[in-house]
């Protein structure tokens, strides 16, 4: 591998000739903004960025990149926990300008760039009353969250977001561009409904659009601590049960005066469901209903809002610039002894910000054959994760320790595999584990399609001896 420290001027000038976005090295204005990741705890400094205005300067970089040697990092969103996105010493692709979505109300189908973000998606969607299966913050990638797989608020009633994709164009490692769909290069196609971005760089997402909103019914309910174990118990009875059309996130956190909870809970430990449902808001009125029935909660604001609020109604708590630490499991059942574990780890003693469920499994996820794409989850309950955020990076062992120690003691209660979306930089020998039986067929697709492992900073799929 080439030191990429070492570039002649006249390489990197002849490279610039050859981009129609800019090329940036260290002290550029827009360096540092292309570099920087969701996750504070990463902190990469590739020498040359590319930033990429469409396909042809996609082409280039990964050709570039080849002819040289350089390692290649490969940036969406750049919300990846682990920072897959950045690398030092190397070269960044940032796709953050190809961020065009295009929506056909007709075909009910979106063309979306390989650097959009979900709030770009959802706006160019709603104005039509379109949307389908995406993530809860709006600054999240649609690529790398929709190569992984995809959860979200729609996904009971519509699938994964991946689920959605009907074709993708795809820069491969040897610099060409590949269509893939249920018609052209299956096995691709396939392999990139949770694969991750192992086989190239997309380009051009197509997805199927459903019509939602523009209002749907959501919020949040909470509640006290003390009443924690026995509302995660109904929560789970009731999502056993539910229709499609209600998803429901639950996590425990800290109430603030943000929140608008009274002083004495300000740092103290409260538990929160958030349902939302992707139908009529009468009928939604009715089904919710029992949920917010239960026990006695601090505060209800399940109400009418925009789709589009619902997509960024966490934004502020998940905002960039924090110091972040991750640890995911499936699970298939939720046991009352797994629950008193998870109740008991979350007193307010405990140093976390936010320990959740992504959503609940089931409904439209649990349906198509179960071999139809490379994400290997269908039959799982649910995704549970231990999400530790903080500022101070003296305290960094203290938050990393305690979410370890809590994953630890899950891990009696939780099923085999883990959602490749949610592996922290530390997870790397999970990657087997995120794919399951399907994991030797994807080693083969990535010796098919990258054989020499260029695209490596993702999690990584080793191609087949
Ligand atoms: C605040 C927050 C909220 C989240 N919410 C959800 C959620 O609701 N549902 C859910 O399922 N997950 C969620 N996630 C997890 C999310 O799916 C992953 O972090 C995902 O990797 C983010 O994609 P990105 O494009 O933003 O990331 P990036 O860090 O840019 O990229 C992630 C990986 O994909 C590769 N990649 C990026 N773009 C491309 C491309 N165009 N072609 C090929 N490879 C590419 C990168 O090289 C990297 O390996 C969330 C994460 C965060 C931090």
Request: contains cysteine; glycine residues 10%; aromatic residues 10%.
């Amino acid at each position: 591998m080439a030191a990429t420290t070492d570039l002649e001027t006249s390489t990197v000038e002849s490279f610039r000739d050859q981009l129609r976005g800019e090329v940036l090295q260290p002290g550029d204005e827009g360096y540092d903004e292309a570099r920087t990741v969701w996750n504070a705890m990463i902190d990469k400094e590739p020498t040359l960025v590319a930033k990429c205005e469409g396909t042809a300067d996609v082409i280039r970089a990964v050709n570039f990149a080849r002819e040289l040697g350089l390692l290649t990092a490969v940036k969406g969103g750049g919300h990846n926990i682990a920072g897959k996105a950045v690398c030092d010493d190397g070269l960044l692709i940032d796709l953050s300008a190809i961020n065009n979505v295009r929506v056909d109300p007709d075909s009910q189908t979106a063309r979306v760039g390989g650097g959009a973000t979900w709030g770009e998606f959802d706006h160019e969607a709603q104005a039509f009353g379109l949307a389908t299966t995406g993530g809860i913050v709006s600054s999240t990638g649609v690529a790398g969250l929709t190569l992984g797989g995809g959860l979200g608020h729609l996904d009971r009633k519509y699938g994964l977001a991946s689920d959605n994709l009907r074709s993708v164009e795809i820069v491969t490692a040897d610099g060409e561009l590949v269509h893939a769909s249920e018609d052209e290069n299956r096995d691709l196609f396939w392999g990139v409904r949770g694969g991750g971005g192992n086989f190239g760089i997309v380009t051009s997402f197509e997805f199927d659009l459903h019509e939602v909103g523009p209002e749907v019914l959501a919020g949040p309910i909470i509640y006290r601590y003390e009443d924690a174990a026995d509302v995660f118990r109904f929560y789970r009875d009731f999502m056993r049960e539910a229709r499609d059309e209600i998803q429901c996130y639950a996590f425990f956190s800290k109430g603030s005066a943000e929140l608008g909870l009274p002083e004495s809970l300000h740092g103290e430990t409260i538990f929160v469901l958030f349902p939302s449902y992707a139908g009529e808001i009468d009928e939604g009125s009715e089904v919710l209903a029992p949920l917010q029935n239960f026990g006695d909660p601090i505060a209800d604001a399940v109400q009418p809002m925009p789709y589009t609020a619902l997509q960024s109604f966490v934004d502020d708590r998940w905002e960039e610039g924090a110091r972040n630490y991750w640890k995911s499991r499936f699970f298939d059942e939720l046991t009352d002894e797994a629950i008193d574990t998870i109740v008991e780890y979350c007193d307010s003693s405990a140093p976390f910000t936010s320990v959740f469920t992504d959503g609940w499994l089931g409904g439209a996820i649990s349906r198509p054959d179960h071999d139809a794409t490379a994400f290997p989850h269908r039959d799982k309950a649910f995704s549970f994760t231990i999400g530790m955020r903080w500022q101070d990076p003296t305290r960094d062992d203290e938050h990393i320790a305690w979410a370890r120690d809590f994953h630890e003691a899950l891990e009696p209660y939780a099923s085999d595999g883990v959602y490749v979306n949610l592996l922290d930089r530390d997870d790397s020998k999970r990657v087997p584990d995120a794919y399951g039986e399907r994991y030797d067929r994807l080693r083969e697709l990535k010796r098919e399609w990258d054989p020499e492992n260029r695209f490596r900073l993702n999690q990584n799929i080793e191609p087949a001896e």
